[in-house]
Structure formats: C-alpha cells, structure tokens
Nanobody
Framework: QVQLVESGGGLVQAGGSLRVFCAAS????????MGWFRQAPGKEREFVAA????????YYADSVKGRFTISRDNAKNTVYLQMNSLKPEDTAVYYC???????????????WGQGTQVTVSS
C-alpha cells in the first residue's frame, strides 16, 4: 500500500514557473513507477509525465515536453514536477500516481493522490 500526497500547487502568471511535489508513504516506494496526470474543469484526466523506478526513464505528453521536468528522490520518497513557461491551458488539478511501471496509461497506476490545484493566469 502506498499513500500519496501532492503539494506545491498555486496561482502563477503565464510564463512563470511552479514546482509540485508528491510525497509517498508506505512500502517500497523506490520500486514503483510514478506518473503525473492532470484534469481541467469539464475535461478528462490526461497524462502529463512519468518516471521509472530508478529515474532512468522519463516520458512526457507532447503538450508539456520541453517545459516540464519530472524527477524523483527515492531517499526522500518524493516525486517532483518542475513546470516552466506555464500557460493558461496548464490550469488543472494535478495528480500523482504510483504503479508497477511508468507509463502514459492511467489504468497502469494502482495508487493516486488527492491532487493539487495549479492555476495559470493570463
């Protein structure tokens, strides 16, 4: 069992940066692939980024590639999402998730956090 808690969301102007965090508790965090997803009002949840258990492989949605960076610190049981050059369309609730592998498909992930709101003003 893994519990996930996101933090670091907030309000930022377009073009700005924000870093969101996902703190994990429970067993074997370092064996899980981790992902970030987001859901904007009236839209379906969508994949943002994922990272393998070792951090050696990362995956990004085309819409955030080159602007967002996912990383993890297994010693701190934490996953990060650094978001730069933010756009109003990045506004959403951001969720982290843990699964057996890192992938773009939400169904791969077994555990989800409650989410953190990110709002980008124009």
């Amino acid at each position: 069992q893994v519990q996930l808690v996101e933090s670091g969301g907030g309000l930022v102007q377009a073009g700005g940066s924000l870093r969101v965090f996902c703190a994990a508790s429970g067993r074997s965090f370092s064996s899980y692939g981790m992902g970030w997803f987001r859901q904007a009002p009236g839209k379906e949840r969508e994949f943002v980024a994922a990272i393998s258990w070792s951090g050696g492989r990362t995956y990004y949605a085309d819409s955030v590639k080159g602007r967002f960076t996912i990383s993890r610190d297994n010693a701190k049981n934490t996953v990060y999402l650094q978001m730069n050059s933010l756009k109003p369309e990045d506004t959403a609730v951001y969720y982290c998730a843990a699964g057996r592998i890192a992938a773009m498909e939400a169904q791969v992930y077994d555990y989800w956090g409650q989410g953190t709101q990110v709002t980008v003003s124009s």
